[in-house]
């Protein structure tokens, strides 16, 4: 088995969780990434010589590289913070362990024990791993429990479980940890104003993590929330002066006009062109044919403000604008393009 070309496999994953600790950890033992990211290329090795069955279940292998680093961080760290989060997530058949020190989080429960998680670390990876878990515990004062797995969530959970998936080498991606974290307060004003490519990378990130398409995005009625929660409001104001069209045009161009919900979207003959896009949107987006569509489907796709607007709330009117002769005893007075 060629170990080195296994360890290059997973050379990325490596990286990512070892700037995950070098940034995130304190660094008072003046240790560097390679440090970390030797720890990392050390534990795959490790899994290639004694479970080589799970070299190619990548959560195992990840597993093996957290509980590596952590246990060089164990070594190089004379200080341990006094205040420190164990990040738990139990949604595959390896749990995702994270340490998280000196984070002001609301909503968290103070760890009571962790024998479980402990004896899972000794039975599965090694007694050295579970050693070096509890020792860093061990010499915490306050630990708190933080599992993304379990009811109810809170704006910390979510903001954490966006954090996990960013790649911290990536110095922008750090700042943005660093906001959400409230390791900073917010993003500094010159880090934000003209910067339209920064803002284009954090929100496509942002909605790919959350699992919201630019669609669904476009549609929603709690998008500036959204905005808010997690932290991108400066760059919604300063870099598109707080105007959601304006910030769509940049950011998601391919979105046609009645794709995106705001004010004005159905006024004057541009607003009935959006309403003639868009009544064939919703044909093709659920395939129906224009005599099955329903009053459900126009509401579905937010266009109840269009039915309003324009047809006097019926949805069979629309229809026949769009697709003559479906209702023709409708076809007298409707608007023309």
């Known amino acids: ?199 284009k990378k954090y929100f496509k990130f942002l909605l790919e993590q959350l699992g919201i398409s630019p669609e669904e995005f476009g549609l929603s009625s709690d998008r500036l929330q959204l905005i808010r929660k997690y932290g991108l409001d400066s760059f919604y104001q300063r870099c598109y002066n707080g105007r959601m069209q304006e910030l769509f045009a940049d950011i998601f161009p391919d979105l046609e006009p009645h794709m995106v919900r705001g004010r004005g979207r159905w006024q004057g003959r541009e607003g009935l062109i959006n309403g003639y896009n868009a009544i064939d949107w919703v044909k093709r987006k659920t395939g129906k044919k224009p005599n099955e569509l329903t009053q459900k489907d126009f509401l579905e796709y937010k266009l109840d403000g269009l039915l309003k607007v324009w047809f006097g709330c019926s949805f069979r009117r629309a229809v026949e604008f769009r697709y003559p002769g479906t209702y023709p005893k409708l076809s007298n007075n409707l608007p023309k393009l």
Not at 179 to 193: E, G, M, S, T
Request: hydrophobic share 35%.
């Open 1 to 199: 088995m060629n170990s080195e070309a296994e360890i290059k496999n997973y050379e990325i994953d490596i990286r990512k969780i070892s700037f995950w600790y070098f940034n995130l950890w304190p660094r008072d033992g003046g240790f560097g990434v390679e440090d970390l990211m030797s720890a990392g290329r050390e534990a795959v090795w490790q899994v290639s010589q004694k479970r080589p069955d799970k070299l190619n279940y990548e959560p195992y292998v990840k597993g093996a590289i957290r509980f590596s680093i952590i246990n060089r961080l164990r070594k190089l760290t004379p200080k341990i913070p006094k205040q420190i989060h164990l990040v738990k997530q139990y949604d595959t058949e390896v749990p995702l362990v994270d340490l998280l020190p000196n984070v002001n989080a609301e909503g968290v429960e103070k760890l009571r024990d962790i024998e479980e998680l402990s004896y899972y670390i000794n039975q599965e990876f090694s007694p050295e791993f579970a050693r070096s878990l509890e020792s860093l515990i061990d010499r915490c004062n306050i630990v708190f429990d933080v599992n993304l797995s379990k009811e109810p969530s809170n704006d910390f959970k979510d903001k954490l479980r966006v954090i996990t998936k960013m790649d911290l080498s990536d110095e922008e991606m750090l700042v943005y940890a660093s906001v959400l974290l409230k390791a900073i307060n917010h993003f500094p004003r010159d880090y934000v104003v003209n910067q339209k490519e920064r803002s």
